[in-house]
């Protein structure tokens, strides 16, 4: 700051138009994108985020097809030593999170979902005497227009 503290106001305007030295390399890194591998670190986050959402999504899934989606998610999650691009480890790898950690996040989390599910409550239902095997016991008013709309 010293220096430009002797300098004239017409020096100081005229260092304005002076070229500046640069390398090719120096003047071609400007242009080039920050992080080289962005638009693939996006495309892997999505997966992952993905993953993660069928996982939570269809841990209750009855259905056949959501039941699917979360086995396929599980084992692309605790799938290990997988050299393939889009594995789990390699995701979690690229973009700066420990596999390790997110997948047993992941499978804790999972149990305490399992854990807190109310279990489906069984009833054994005793035959009541009097009733018939045949079918339902139908009597009063309502019956008679039950009977009469089946066709009895």
């Not at 260092?15 to 400007?30: N, V």
């Not at 393939?84 to 790898?93: A, D, M, V």
């Not at 047993?104 to 095997?133: D, M, N, S, V």
């Amino acid at each position: 700051m010293n220096y430009e503290a002797g300098l004239s106001v017409e020096e100081k305007v005229a260092s304005l138009f002076q070229p500046d030295t640069l390398l090719p390399a120096q003047y071609l890194e400007t242009f080039r994108r920050k992080a080289h591998l962005e638009p693939e670190k996006r495309l892997m986050l999505a997966v992952l985020e993905d993953a993660i959402a069928c996982f939570q999504k269809y841990v209750h899934a009855r259905d056949g097809k959501g039941k699917a989606m979360f086995r396929d998610a599980e084992e692309w999650i605790v799938e290990e030593g997988s050299d393939w691009l889009f594995s789990f480890g390699n995701i979690c790898e690229v973009l700066g999170f420990n596999p390790q950690y997110v997948h047993q996040g992941l499978l804790r989390w999972k149990e305490e979902k399992l854990a807190g599910r109310p279990k489906a409550k069984i009833y054994r239902l005793t035959p009541r005497p009097g009733r018939r095997k045949g079918g339902l016991k139908v009597s009063g008013r309502t019956g008679q227009r039950f009977l009469k709309a089946a066709s009895r």
